[in-house]
């Protein structure tokens, strides 16, 4: 399965997704020092910095298929 993590922070949704076999295909975080984080132990994983922006047309870039949307709850 296929996931993409919105407001991501540090990567706390990513890292428990793994443990189950979950792959994180993109984050979305607006906060500089945590993208550096989640770039440092997700490369390769885009990252898009507002949520505001992030069209279904970017996410598509970055995998065919999302099976997972994961963020906090309100």
């Keep these: ?3 993409l993590d919105l407001f991501s922070g540090i990567g706390g949704f990513s890292l428990g997704a793994s443990w189950a076999g979950i792959k994180t295909v ?3 975080e607006v906060d500089p020092w945590c993208r550096r984080v989640l770039a440092k132990h ?3 994983v ?3 910095d507002d949520i505001k922006t992030l ?3 970017i996410v ?3 995998s065919d298929r999302v ?3 994961a963020g906090p709850q309100a």
């Design 26 to 28: 993109g984050f979305c």
């Design 42 to 44: 997700w490369p390769g």
């Design 55 to 57: 069209t279904g047309e």
């Design 1 to 3: 399965m296929k996931m």
């Design 46 to 48: 885009p990252i898009h």
């Design 67 to 69: 099976d997972i949307v």
């Design 60 to 62: 598509r870039g970055w």
